[in-house]
């Protein structure tokens, strides 16, 4: 071991005395408020110490609360956007319900606005899988009484007619085919002619003469000739209307009253007995939506066929003349859709 100089004995020697003296001072000597020097500088010394250790203590803290709270978030936002999916698929379940309540409402008013009519509601189960014809399905059949050649409505106006019946099921022609067609006539001069399908949305109204005044917007109606619809239905609006001057007759389309594109729910009338559609104008607002599905009141027991007092052949016979052959001659391949004025009904 190195033996240490006296001299540099002597120096710790002082050195220990004078710190010792100091200390002693430090701990004799009172600062304001009756502190010890001794104290305050003890707190000067540990304080930067203390400071260190807090922040290190607090950064560690801070970083795994964040680091948790930060997996919380993430679990709680997965759990959130979970119950927004499931209500967004409530909503629209709600929303559907209150479509099909509208619905339900205008069939109520239509029906109970023509309750001495024979009619059965039928719900749409689905459509034909060629898109070159226009045909749906219906919930009820032959076992409900429904025949062919019926007329289906909706509250807005001329749907088909019943094309093919099955025990449970029927199938419908509606009228947008190219093979269907309904008797028709314009609302303000009462000029027949028949409506028929072109396979688009909108409809044709042939053999009205060149001569005829014929606005956008004018109504048309069945005409009750075709023995399928009775009078006065609506069938649609005229869109256009066109003189062709290599032709006698105008080229007049109209818009289909009826919405075929968004079929649910239709009416199948039982008889050709006129309804007067001023007492669903008496009753309330119609909507523009279909019926809805099942019987209403109606049932099939209370169906009658369509006798001759139930045609009513005299306003037949006080009808304006067709200005043009209808659709008498028609393609034998599928049932005749157009209006087809039979012979004794023309004879009267």
Known sequence: MIAIPSRHKSLTLLAGVIVAQLLLLAVQIKRGGQVRLIRVWSVEMISPL???ASWAIYGVENGWGGYIGLRRAHQQNEEL????????VRNAELESRALEAD???ALLNFRTSHADVPMLAARVIGGSPDSASQLVYLNRGSRDGLRRDMGVITPDGVVGKILAVYPDTSQVLLLGDKESGVGALLADTRTQGPVKGTGEPQLSLDYISNDEKVAPGEAVLTSGQDRIFPKDLPVGTVVSATTDRKSPFMNIRVKPAAHLDRLEEVMVLMSRQELDLSKVADAGPNLSAPPMAGPTGTAAS???PATAASAKPANTAAAKPVNAPTAAAKSPAKTPTTATV???ATAQ
């Open 50 to 52: 203390q400071r260190v």
């Open 342 to 344: 039979p012979a004794p």
């Open 81 to 88: 956007t979970a119950e927004l999916g499931r209500l967004k």
């Open 103 to 105: 619905r339900l409402a």
């Open 302 to 304: 209370s169906a009658k």
